[in-house]
């Protein structure tokens, strides 16, 4: 909930539950989040982070 009060539109948890994440359309946004919840939740561990293709990660695998 606390993700999505935030403004994001996809939620989820990972495993157990020690982690939840959520998907933004762009980084921008993603760290708007994160300012927002950090002011929120000051004891929670927060990051910005971006993702890539999976054909991009096929490249960085066969680099040398």
């Known amino acids: 909930a ?6 994001v ?3 989820r948890m990972s ?3 020690a982690t939840c994440f959520g998907l ?3 980084r921008e946004i993603a760290e708007g989040v994160a300012t927002t ?3 929120r ?3 929670w561990y927060l990051t910005a982070t971006t993702t890539f293709a999976a ?3 096929h490249d960085m695998r066969n680099q040398p």
């Open 2 to 7: 606390a993700l999505r009060d935030a403004g």
């Open 9 to 11: 539109g996809t939620a």
């Open 15 to 17: 495993g157990s539950g």
């Open 24 to 26: 933004c359309p762009t």
């Open 37 to 39: 919840l950090q002011s």
């Open 41 to 43: 939740h000051p004891g």
């Open 55 to 57: 054909d991009e990660a």
